[in-house]
């Protein structure tokens, strides 16, 4: 791109005010030496080869034409080094140039894409890619980050931040979805008891949560006694079926209904609570649902109780026989003769 006066000043004066004070463009100094000493190499031993080739021939196979001949072969490596060394210095310059034009795009920009600089600046994306890296790799960009596509150059600390906010959120989807993923793959081929007990896992963990969530929210004290028994009453059955998952079928009813009930309650209490003004709808509304939260917390502990009829009645009998085998064996006094 074809860069006139006024607009290469624009340019200069971009790069100056987002360098790092005491530094320069990577180029800066070197691009115009390249190309001073590679002109000045290229006129001087391009000249003395070319001359002392021309020489030897006119002087034809003499000592002196193989003398200048010697001399203008020694000069060609350096010829060919002056024109590579030009070359090399006008080819960086156009990276120089191009690094100008990034800049002016750089100012007031909190981030910027690479496929935008293509569009404006007319630049092949990878050109513009292998660029910014070389910059960036150069010191030229402090403070400056590269996003990990490769695709945009994030500008600003904010613009950073945000990027590395984003990044960690994905990086904590992508897990979850691991794990779901995972999670369902070792449900897929389980049994229907160990799928109806992992859901029950799972409802029991969000029923306690919210019913947590209330303690929190809710600020009536003896409300709040209430709560603790409830949440201790449904806790202790919930560790109850997971010790012994053959009792689940009896918790059916708590599950589907029981619960979902209790926290309907519970929701409408909260929000009765919050209101401005507790007239006497309000007011009777919140006793009543106070009231039955005593007549659920004593259904509860019922229900516990039930669910350790079985191995207190096991347990009876156990040591009903422990005694008559005792007995029987002259080790305790039998219950005749007392």
């Given at each position: 791109?074809?860069?006139?006066?006024?607009?290469?000043?624009?340019?200069t004066?971009?790069?100056?005010?987002?360098?790092?004070?005491?530094?320069?463009?990577?180029?800066?100094?070197?691009?115009p030496?390249?190309?001073?000493?590679?002109?000045?190499?290229?006129?001087?031993?391009?000249?003395?080869?070319s001359?002392?080739?021309?020489?030897?021939?006119s002087?034809?196979?003499?000592?002196?034409?193989?003398?200048?001949?010697?001399?203008?072969?020694?000069?060609?490596?350096f010829t060919a080094?002056s024109?590579?060394?030009?070359?090399?210095?006008?080819?960086?310059?156009?990276?120089?140039?191009?690094?100008?034009?990034?800049?002016?795009?750089?100012?007031?920009r909190?981030?910027?894409?690479?496929e935008?600089?293509?569009?404006?600046?007319?630049?092949?994306?990878?050109?513009?890619?292998?660029?910014?890296?070389?910059?960036?790799?150069?010191?030229?960009?402090?403070?400056?980050?590269?996003?990990d596509?490769?695709?945009?150059?994030?500008?600003?600390?904010?613009?950073?931040?945000?990027?590395?906010?984003?990044?960690?959120?994905?990086?904590?989807?992508?897990?979850?979805?691991?794990?779901?993923k995972?999670?369902?793959?070792?449900?897929?081929?389980?049994?229907?008891e160990?799928?109806?007990?992992?859901?029950?896992?799972?409802?029991?963990?969000?029923?306690?949560?919210?019913?947590?969530?209330?303690?929190?929210?809710?600020?009536?004290?003896?409300?709040?006694?209430?709560l603790?028994?409830?949440?201790?009453?449904?806790?202790?059955?919930?560790v109850?079926?997971?010790?012994?998952?053959?009792?689940?079928?009896?918790?059916?009813?708590l599950i589907?209904?029981?619960i979902?009930?209790?926290?309907?309650?519970?929701?409408?209490?909260?929000?009765?609570?919050?209101?401005p003004?507790?007239?006497?709808?309000?007011?009777?509304?919140?006793?009543?649902?106070?009231?039955?939260?005593?007549?659920?917390?004593?259904?509860?502990?019922?229900?516990?109780?039930?669910?350790?009829?079985?191995e207190?009645i096991?347990?009876?009998?156990?040591?009903?026989?422990?005694?008559?085998?005792?007995?029987?064996?002259?080790?305790?006094?039998?219950?005749?003769?007392?």
């Open positions: 791109m074809n860069i006139d006066y006024h607009y290469n000043n624009k340019y004066r971009a790069v100056r005010n987002l360098l790092p004070a005491g530094t320069a463009l990577p180029g800066t100094y070197r691009v030496l390249q190309i001073a000493v590679g002109t000045v190499g290229t006129g001087i031993f391009g000249t003395l080869s001359s002392l080739l021309i020489s030897a021939v002087l034809g196979t003499g000592l002196a034409g193989a003398t200048f001949l010697a001399f203008g072969c020694m000069m060609l490596p080094g024109i590579l060394l030009l070359r090399k210095g006008l080819k960086d310059r156009k990276k120089y140039q191009r690094f100008k034009e990034y800049f002016a795009w750089f100012k007031g909190s981030y910027l894409m690479y935008d600089l293509h569009k404006q600046l007319g630049f092949p994306v990878k050109q513009i890619r292998e660029d910014i890296r070389y910059l960036h790799d150069s010191g030229s960009l402090p403070g400056i980050r590269i996003d596509e490769e695709t945009c150059l994030l500008l600003t600390t904010e613009a950073i931040e945000q990027y590395e906010a984003a990044k960690e959120s994905q990086k904590i989807r992508e897990q979850e979805e691991a794990l779901k995972t999670e369902e793959e070792r449900w897929a081929n389980a049994s229907e160990e799928k109806e007990f992992h859901r029950f896992t799972i409802e029991a963990e969000t029923s306690l949560n919210r019913l947590r969530g209330f303690c929190q929210s809710i600020s009536n004290p003896e409300m709040l006694k209430k603790d028994r409830l949440e201790l009453s449904i806790s202790r059955i919930f109850c079926i997971r010790q012994h998952p053959e009792k689940l079928r009896s918790a059916d009813r589907s209904y029981y979902p009930t209790i926290i309907g309650l519970l929701t409408v209490y909260d929000d009765l609570e919050d209101q003004i507790q007239g006497e709808t309000i007011t009777k509304t919140k006793n009543e649902i106070e009231t039955s939260m005593d007549t659920i917390n004593e259904a509860l502990e019922t229900m516990f109780d039930e669910l350790f009829q079985d207190l096991d347990v009876s009998a156990d040591i009903q026989v422990l005694r008559t085998m005792l007995a029987q064996d002259g080790l305790t006094e039998s219950p005749l003769k007392r």
